[in-house]
């Protein structure tokens, strides 16, 4: 169920990271090391780099579209769980997934 949860924000969380660091040029082909097994890793100093933008992410302000109130995509995750427990115990008639724009 934790999966299903975190699906609704691949895209406007992580998918969308991933995106404006390389179309900002904030992350490159040079941040990564190349294994012979084919491995591919992400350099230290660029973890730290994706890291730092994602930790700024989270404090982007958005109108939740079901309550109608101002939070942080930080907290997103975790208001949609509170969502979705109300609407297990019978609280909710449906669970209202996030819809981002």
């Not at 999966?3 to 941040?31: C, G, H, V, W, Y």
């Not at 579209?65 to 997103?76: R, S």
Request: glycine letters at 4%.
């Amino acid at each position: 169920m934790a999966l299903d949860l975190m699906e609704e924000f691949r895209a406007p969380l992580a998918d969308r990271l991933a995106l404006t660091l390389i179309n900002r040029k904030q992350i490159s082909s040079d941040d990564f090391d190349k294994e012979e097994s084919g491995a591919v890793f992400l350099k230290e100093d660029s973890r730290k780099k994706v890291l730092n933008a994602w930790q700024e992410r989270k404090k982007t302000v958005l109108v939740h579209p079901f309550l109608q109130e101002k939070t942080t995509l930080g907290l997103l995750i975790h208001i949609q769980a509170l969502l979705l427990a109300r609407h297990l115990r019978g609280d909710l008639d449906c669970y209202p997934p996030f819809i981002g724009k």
